[in-house]
């Protein structure tokens, strides 16, 4: 049912293998598949979720990791409200990659995107990146920072909850920056209700 | 204008929407509004029965007959089926759908409007489920709505979403590759079906922008390199197997590259370059050839230079791994191959200032790579050799006026360092050049000699053979080769020989304008070679390729006229190879061999019958007492006694007044052949001259052949004055005039006028004397041309007299030899 009251674009970007496409379908779906495979070029999920009783639909664009599909999913941070960058917490090559990110992201996204720091696969055993240390860098680089399992549902969907409900205050103090098209009719961000329940077919 | 309109559209929305709440909170069915009514009947009870097809007739109907309340109805549809969804009863979203897709189809254009919100948040619905069936749904019910034309322009309405979406549908990575296959080409679909709504106004979206160009470029190339093989024809059978994603891909490519303006050329060349740097396409370079071939068949004919363009200033862009140097090198040379399996495509199409762009882009990365060049890097040497292919390539699909222009641009970017004060790139950037220019020299089809060396590009060939390495200078005795050789003798005159009969050469007689180019050039190229058999410096294979060119002038430029000549250089090589004290035994020996050679084809060419005669005397003496003065050459002739040494054997050598005397029995003119040499022996000795020209001048030898200029009253031709515009000819002053006779031609009076001219001409070669014609030619160039403009006007007609031209006066009389279109080329002649 189209009566979402406000309409948000979330992009997943990190290194291959971070677990960016596990984490979406653990928000979205509530599972975490097994043998996920790469992604390829750029993957669309769609969840509307509930903050103080208002319906926010978030748009959740999650990216390829490989470095040959940079082109294209560069073209995809231009028009985010949020992004979470994501590392995995046993692999120190994905998280020395963020300063890399972080560029890209500087080029390409709006500057006042929502950027979430999120260290993923705490369930593993073998910590290499120990979770001060991405404390720090995100604050240091002025980013939420959140870690998460997205096989054990730690902090996923408070990873999101948590970014509607920061736009959500940012648009509803008017500091969502306009995106071109984003706020369209066609894109939705309209606070009509229509007739929600009652006009069922008998 | 537009905000305005936006508000107001804005504004009718919204109070159409507070009308349309207000009337429907009542819920009881005995009260809702018919509309609602009509959309519910259309539903079957199971989704299986399909559309209520009765039921949808009175729909369409009612909204044909109430276009007012179409906005509702869409909204209402809309609203059932986003319930639908979110029940998973994909039945009857499928329904709504079907439903949605008639009423758009049915509706008038100027209600169309009111309809489309709903129906676009409908698609856009579907597109956000996973379920691939309803994606593949609405994309079929996007593209249909894609072709419908609207009228009026929604200037709120944006494509981003779908752009987004489709674009990530390119890439689908289901599981069951049947079903990827179909959400890719369902999302390639998509795309095409925005290129078309979108393409046309820019001002309902700019589809050309860099956020969609990004994303839908690299879509298609995606699904276009996942095809098992690439076939690249230059027209696409859009109906053959576009069922596979890479035919579709490719078809779109083609069709955005072809709407495509001059603007937005640019837009799309930089994903696809940025793509093929990302994915590694350019090593094998087999795609990115396909592809760009691709672009190459589909853009605009006129903007096809932008497509070369971008690519050469993408040769040095960095790419992966740019870090290391070679795989640097190597990219480069890929994508130059790239370029020069394009270039051709371009050429066609190319116009004056594009084309010398082209080359002169593709000279300055030569000799970006020249200065990289570190001696045995072979990359580089790819490289280089894949631009010079380009430029190859490129010149071959020119027409040949334009190969000409090309060489003298060339050329004149040859470094000309005095001999052994070059810098070693410099050298080896002559040596690029120069096989440049051979590479261009190639494709060219020699016609006239005076068309291919006109004097100014004669002039520098020589002037960079003069001051070169010995294999530049091969290489530049190649080039002439290559230019002179009109009639495939070439390869059997590699080497000297005596046995010409067995060669098979073929000889035709020399036209009357080779004749005339022999006589204005002769002296210079003649002396030019000699010079070049002076050097100590010299291989064999030097010695060979002059060797090779004499013989080549000799033969397509044969004629009684200039047997004399012919000999003089004969005699004059001979004396050299006695006499030049800076040369090796070898190179003395070697001289001689060529010396004979030459001259046994003398009679060869012309009938002189006791010239063949006197030299079967002299070879049969050498074959017994030397035949170290023999061909075939030889790298070394170690063993000779001093006793052998030419110099040591007057009696075998080719005597000037016997030779005298055979071309006197045959009623030659022999007064040339019978005065001293103008070689100078052993110019390496002399002051070093500039130009063969002057000093033929300066000598008062400026014509070797009995022909050079008409009466005194020819030689005030305007054009010795620079900045006059000058008609292209006294009778043809007026436009009307040139008009009637670039249709007719020449009128008769004018041809009787031209032959009488010419008759005149000639008796004055004979009769005047020496002095006389020495002090006429002493503007030699203006001459020449005049000369030559005369003859090039009973063949080419200028279409209309010349502008008047601001060019300095040399350029001026060389832009008069070529023909008339060459007019619409002017910075062709800046350089
Ligand atoms: N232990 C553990 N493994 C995880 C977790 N999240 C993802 N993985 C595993 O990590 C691997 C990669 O996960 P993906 O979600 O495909 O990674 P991605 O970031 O989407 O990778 P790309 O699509 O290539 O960019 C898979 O084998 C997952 O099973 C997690 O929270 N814990
Ligand atoms: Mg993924």
Redesign the pocket.
């Known amino acids: 049912m189209e009566d979402y009251k406000f309409l948000f674009k979330v992009v997943l970007v990190?290194?291959?293998?971070?677990?960016?496409?596990?984490?979406v379908r653990r928000f979205t779906q509530g599972l975490f598949p097994p043998?996920?495979?790469?992604?390829i070029g750029v993957d669309f999920m769609i969840k509307t979720v509930e903050v103080d009783g208002e319906k926010v639909k978030l748009q959740i664009w999650?990216?390829?990791?490989?470095e040959r599909f940079r082109s294209i999913t560069q073209s995809y941070y231009r028009s985010a409200h949020a992004l979470i960058l994501?590392y995995d917490i046993s692999c120190q090559p994905t998280f020395d990659c963020l300063p890399d990110w972080l560029r890209e992201i500087e080029e390409y996204a709006n500057n006042k995107v929502l950027r979430i720091l999120v260290g993923?696969?705490?369930?593993?055993e073998d910590r290499e990146i120990p979770r001060h240390i991405g404390e720090d860098f995100a604050q240091r680089h002025g980013m939420y920072f959140l870690e998460?399992?997205?096989?054990?549902a730690e902090n996923v969907e408070r990873l999101f909850m948590e970014i509607a409900v920061e736009l959500m205050e940012q648009a509803k103090c008017k500091e969502l920056p306009k995106y071109d098209g984003s706020l369209g009719p066609i894109n939705g961000k309209t606070t009509s209700v229509g007739d929600s329940s009652c006009c069922l077919r008998s | 204008m537009v905000p305005l309109r936006k508000i107001l559209h804005r504004a009718c929305f919204i109070i159409s929407r507070t009308v349309y709440m207000t009337c429907c909170c009542g819920c009881c069915s005995a009260l809702r509004p018919r509309y609602k009514r009509l959309v519910d009947n259309i539903f079957p009870a199971s989704p299986q029965d399909g559309l209520v097809k009765s039921n949808m007739e009175k729909l369409t109907f009612y909204s044909l007959s109430s276009p007012e309340k179409l906005d509702r109805i869409g909204e209402y549809l809309f609203q059932k089926a986003s319930r639908d969804i979110y029940r998973r009863r994909h039945g009857f979203v499928i329904i709504a759908m079907e439903a949605m897709d008639q009423l758009l189809v049915a509706c008038h254009s100027q209600t169309l409007n009111l309809f489309v919100e709903s129906f676009l948040k409908m698609v856009q619905k579907l597109l956000e489920s996973t379920d691939p069936q309803l994606q593949i749904l609405a994309t079929q019910s996007f593209v249909r709505f894609a072709n419908i034309e609207e009228d009026t322009p929604s200037y709120h309405r944006r494509y981003d979403f779908f752009v987004s979406k489709f674009s990530a549908m390119c890439h689908s990575n289901h599981i069951d590759k049947s079903t990827g296959d179909k959400i890719r080409l369902a999302g390639i679909q998509g795309l095409q079906g925005v290129i078309r709504k979108t393409v046309s106004d820019d001002l309902v979206e700019n589809i050309w922008e860099a956020q969609h160009m990004d994303k839908i470029v690299p879509s298609l190339l995606y699904n276009m390199q996942s095809a098992e093989k690439y076939e690249t024809v230059s027209c696409m059978d859009s109906a053959v197997g576009a069922e596979a994603p890479a035919r579709l891909a490719e078809a779109c490519l083609r069709e955005l590259v072809g709407r495509a303006s001059f603007g937005h050329i640019r837009s799309v060349l930089r994903p696809v370059l940025t793509h093929f740097d990302r994915h590694e396409l350019w090593i094998p370079n087999e795609f990115a050839v396909h592809t760009f071939k691709i672009i190459m068949f589909s853009v605009q004919a006129q903007y096809s230079y932008s497509v070369v363009e971008a690519l050469m200033q993408h040769l040095d862009g960095a790419g992966p791994g740019a870090g290391d140097a070679r795989a640097r090198t190597r990219l480069r040379a890929a994508r130059a191959t790239v370029l020069s399996n394009i270039v051709a495509i371009a050429a066609g199409d190319s116009v004056g200032p594009s084309v010398l762009e082209i080359i002169n882009n593709l000279l300055t990365n030569l000799r970006a790579s020249v200065a990289r060049d570190s001696e045995k890097e072979s990359d580089e040497k790819l490289y280089q050799e894949a631009l010079i292919n380009a430029l190859g390539e490129f010149a071959d699909h020119l027409p040949d006026f334009q190969k000409i222009d090309i060489m003298m641009f060339i050329v004149n970017k040859v470094p000309s360092a005095p001999r052994g004060k070059g810098t070693r790139a410099d050298s080896m950037l002559q040596s690029i050049l120069l096989k440049s220019l051979l590479k261009v020299g190639t494709t060219y089809r020699t016609a006239e000699l005076s068309k291919a060396f006109p004097a100014a590009f004669l002039e520098a060939l020589l002037r960079v053979g003069s001051g070169a390495e010995p294999a530049a200078r091969a290489l530049l005795q190649r080039i002439l080769h290559t230019l002179l050789d009109r009639r495939a003798n070439a390869p059997r005159l590699t080497r000297p020989t005596l046995e010409y009969a067995e060669l098979g050469l073929t000889v035709e007689k020399c036209s009357r304008q080779d004749l005339i180019f022999i006589s204005k050039h002769g002296y210079a190229l003649f002396g030019s070679l000699y010079d070049g058999l002076q050097l100590e410096s010299n291989t064999m294979e030097n010695i060979e390729a002059i060797y090779t060119t004499v013989a080549l002038i000799c033969i397509e430029l044969g004629s009684e006229e200039t047997v004399g000549d012919m000999l003089q250089l004969v005699l004059a090589i001979q004396q050299s190879g006695i006499s030049n004290p800076v040369l090796s035994v070898a190179q003395q020996c070697q001289l001689q061999g060529v010396a004979i050679s030459l001259a046994v084809l003398v009679p060869h060419v012309c009938t002189v019958p006791r010239l063949a005669e006197y030299l079967n005397k002299i070879i049969e003496a050498r074959r017994e007492e030397a035949p170290h003065m023999l061909p075939p050459l030889m790298e070394s002739y170690d063993d000779l006694t001093s006793s052998k040494l030419p110099a040591k054997l007057p009696y075998l050598m080719m005597d000037q007044m016997a030779l005298c005397e055979c071309v006197k029995a045959s009623g030659l003119d022999t007064a040339r052949l019978a005065a001293p040499s103008p070689y100078s022996a052993g110019s390496v000795a002399a002051p070093h001259r500039h130009s063969w020209l002057e000093a033929g001048a300066a000598q008062g030898r400026d014509s070797l052949a009995d022909i050079t200029a008409g009466p005194p009253t020819e030689l005030d031709s305007a054009n010795s004055s620079p900045g006059v515009t000058r008609a292209a000819c006294g009778s043809e002053s007026a436009h009307l005039e040139a008009w009637r006779r670039a249709a007719g031609g020449p009128s008769e009076a004018e041809r009787r006028d031209l032959q009488r001219r010419r008759a005149t001409l000639n008796s004055a070669f004979r009769t005047a004397p020496f002095d006389h014609l020495k002090h006429i030619t002493a503007p030699k160039y203006e001459i020449q041309d005049k000369l030559e403009e005369i003859f090039n006007s009973i063949t080419e007609e200028p279409l209309l007299p010349m502008s008047g031209s601001c060019s300095p006066a040399g350029q001026k009389s060389y832009q008069q030899n070529v023909p008339p279109y060459t007019k619409y080329f002017p910075e062709l002649f800046l350089y």
């Not at chain 1, 990190?14 to 984490?23: D, E, F, P, R, S």
């Not at chain 1, 043998?35 to 992604?39: C, F, M, V």
């Not at chain 1, 993923?120 to 593993?124: A, I, L, S, V, Y």
């Open positions: 990190g290194n291959a293998g971070v677990g960016k496409t596990c984490l043998g996920q495979g790469a992604t999650d990216t390829a990791g490989q994501v993923n696969k705490t369930d593993r998460t399992s997205a096989k054990e």
